[in-house]
């Protein structure tokens, strides 16, 4: 059985407040919450473009909380059919509200992902699994390779425990009081014990804003394991 470090009930608590509590916790990136939700959602666009991927997809956000992804989903693939998909029934209520229309809401029970085999074409997780026990990790993403297809993009972005200034951030942030963080090559290994084909992690948020006109470089830095997060992308073969 999945046993969640945070439980449905525990991400309820922090829902309402939410957007306020991670302002607040990442303010020494110089960023609001928005960048943070953005890029992920550029990062994968983009790649879904190079395996030549239409717009007219279906999507899986795994751990969508509040639903601060659904708006940069619609921008980036305007025609794709959305699943927010969470254990947290206030988020999901919270963001069904704002997002009427723009996306599926379904309750995940930390076990079964209620969809068939092989129904979406992308699946997206963003900080997420630093939640989760780690010990049940191998199984999330079993669960995940399930429900994608066969040649479909899986891509999950997670905090870096070797950067100094993302363990700081987490430490003080009241949500990620239970969170552990994750290993870059742990995530690698486990998606491809998962069943996960053509591995690649990439590293990510090298620069604050106050020094963003940098930015650009990081295209040359995705090997660094010093970003501030990261993410490891697949594909189901």
């Known amino acids: 059985m999945v046993k969640l470090k945070f439980t449905g009930s525990e991400f309820d608590k922090f829902a309402d407040e939410y957007r306020k509590i991670h302002s607040e916790s990442i303010r020494i990136s110089g960023e609001e919450p928005e960048f943070f939700a953005q890029y992920k959602v550029v990062d994968t666009a983009n790649l879904s473009r190079q395996l030549n991927q239409s717009s007219k997809i279906r999507i899986l956000d795994f751990g969508s909380g509040v639903g601060g992804s659904v708006l940069h989903f619609r921008e980036q693939f305007p025609d794709c059919d959305l699943v927010c998909l969470d254990v947290s029934e206030k988020s999901l209520s919270l963001a069904s509200e704002k997002y009427l229309n723009k996306a599926q809401f379904a309750s995940f029970d930390g076990i079964n992902i209620p969809?068939?085999?092989?129904?979406?074409?992308?699946?997206?997780?963003?900080?997420?699994?630093?939640?989760?026990?780690?010990?049940?990790?191998?199984?999330?993403?079993?669960?995940l390779n399930r429900v994608l297809r066969t040649g479909g993009l899986a891509i999950i972005f997670e905090h870096n425990p070797l950067n100094p200034f993302t363990v700081r951030t987490v430490n003080r942030c009241p949500f990620d009081e239970n969170a552990v963080l994750i290993p870059a090559t742990q995530l690698r290994l486990n998606m491809i014990d998962a069943g996960f084909q053509e591995v690649l992690t990439h590293y990510r948020i090298f620069f604050p804003k106050l020094l963003r006109s940098?930015?650009?470089?990081?295209?040359y830095l995705k090997w660094l394991p010093l970003g501030a997060q990261y993410y490891v992308a697949a594909r189901k073969t």
């Open 115 to 143: 969809f068939p085999d092989m129904y979406f074409d992308l699946v997206f997780s963003a900080c997420v699994f630093h939640h989760i026990n780690h010990v049940e990790h191998l199984k999330i993403l079993c669960e």
């Open 214 to 219: 940098l930015r650009w470089l990081e295209t």
